[in-house]
């Protein structure tokens, strides 16, 4: 006996067919984005030497104030490395403004460092890359800058630890204020 049909004409299968794979070609890139993505943002990052957590009782922002050389504030978050992500090259795109307008540019560094098995507390560096966008000219208004990694992330098993930290003494003498920092892992030949 033949199966009943799906519909009344070959091409209302063929649609939904072609439907279905878009569906789950969605999904797959969906998953994908939430695989080789890691997100610093206020909340779910730990702030050190000066870093705070809100700018006019505004916790929306990862804050990094203006500071002497020897400070350095900084953002992290750290994870674990996942299957996927050795061999892959990190590339940083960051949201930030300051509440004071100013277009010299902020002395960043965009880091990723790993606590090694047997090793002390203090993480082991695996790359840091310069970063030196431009502040905004008005006061608040949101820019954005992207950054590729110094290196290819190598195939440890041990916490890794992504950061922003701000060298003190840069050329802008304002607060920097981060919305969101989005690490996407991107794969290389």
């Known amino acids: 006996m033949k199966p009943p049909s799906l519909g009344i004409f070959p091409q209302d299968r063929e649609a ?11 999904r797959d890139r969906a998953l994908d984005e939430r695989y080789f993505q890691v997100e610093l943002w206020p ?15 505004n916790a929306g922002v990862m804050q990094l104030p ?16 996942l299957d ?17 307008g100013s277009t010299n540019a902020f002395n960043l560094r965009f880091q990723l460092r790993h606590y090694p098995a047997g090793g002390t507390t203090a ?8 970063l030196t966008p431009a502040g905004p000219a008005v006061a608040n208004t949101i820019q954005t800058a992207t950054i590729v990694g110094g290196a290819i992330v190598p ?25 969101l920092a989005v690490v996407a892992l991107e794969e290389v030949a």
């Not at 996927?84 to 004071?100: C, G, I, Q």
């Not at 916490?159 to 304002?174: C, E, H, Q, T, W």
């Open 16 to 26: 939904a067919d072609a439907t279905t794979l878009e569906r789950k070609r969605i």
């Open 43 to 57: 909340g779910a990052v730990l702030y050190e030497a000066g870093g705070a957590d809100a700018i006019n009782n």
């Open 66 to 81: 203006a500071t002497a050389v020897a400070t350095n504030p900084m953002v992290h978050r750290q994870c674990k490395l």
């Open 84 to 100: 996927l992500w050795p061999r892959t090259r990190p590339r940083l795109t960051m949201w930030y403004t300051s509440p004071v």
């Open 123 to 130: 993480p082991a560096v695996l790359f840091s890359t310069t």
């Open 155 to 179: 195939a440890v098993t041990a916490p890794l630890r992504f950061a922003i930290a701000r060298v003190g003494g840069d050329a802008n003498a304002n607060a920097l204020d981060i919305l």
